[in-house]
Nanobody
Framework: QLQVVESGGGLVQPGGSLRLSCTASDEDTLDLDDYVIGWFRQAPGKEREGISCISTRDSGIYYVDSVKGRFTISSDHTRNTVYLQMNSLKLEDTGIYFC?????????????????????WGQGTPVTVSS
């Protein structure tokens, strides 16, 4: 059973930066190439939305328009970790950030737009952008 843990959230001023980490572990050998990994966020009172995904087996990376140019997703296979570097943070970036894995899909807008497709989720890490 895949276990997923996010970290790196916190309180930051507008214009600041944070780097989120998402680390996966499994009782069997884990290869990030076997998965699509998505970052999602849920703002207070709103539905969970996908913001970025990566699938290294096809070099797929995607960002939604609201974070494009500010956020960067990357992976470190030696650490089974996916990162989300968030720069130029805005008030509207506030929320709980989740990462999720699934082995059945590739990174694509139609996949990221459907959180229910992802089978393995972390508990989330909170990000608060406030002055």
């Amino acid at each position: 059973q895949l276990q997923v843990v996010e970290s790196g959230g916190g309180l930051v001023q507008p214009g600041g930066s944070l780097r989120l980490s998402c680390t996966a572990s499994d009782e069997d050998t884990l290869d990030l190439d076997d998965y699509v990994i998505g970052w999602f966020r849920q703002a207070p009172g709103k539905e969970r939305e996908g913001i970025s995904c990566i699938s290294t087996r096809d070099s797929g990376i995607y960002y939604v328009d609201s974070v494009k140019g500010r956020f960067t997703i990357s992976s470190d296979h030696t650490r089974n970790t996916v990162y989300l570097q968030m720069n130029s943070l805005k008030l509207e970036d506030t929320g709980i950030y989740f990462c999720a894995f699934d082995s059945n899909y590739y990174c694509a807008p139609v996949v990221l737009d459907r959180p229910s497709l992802f089978g393995f989720w972390g508990q989330g890490t909170p990000v608060t952008v406030s002055s």
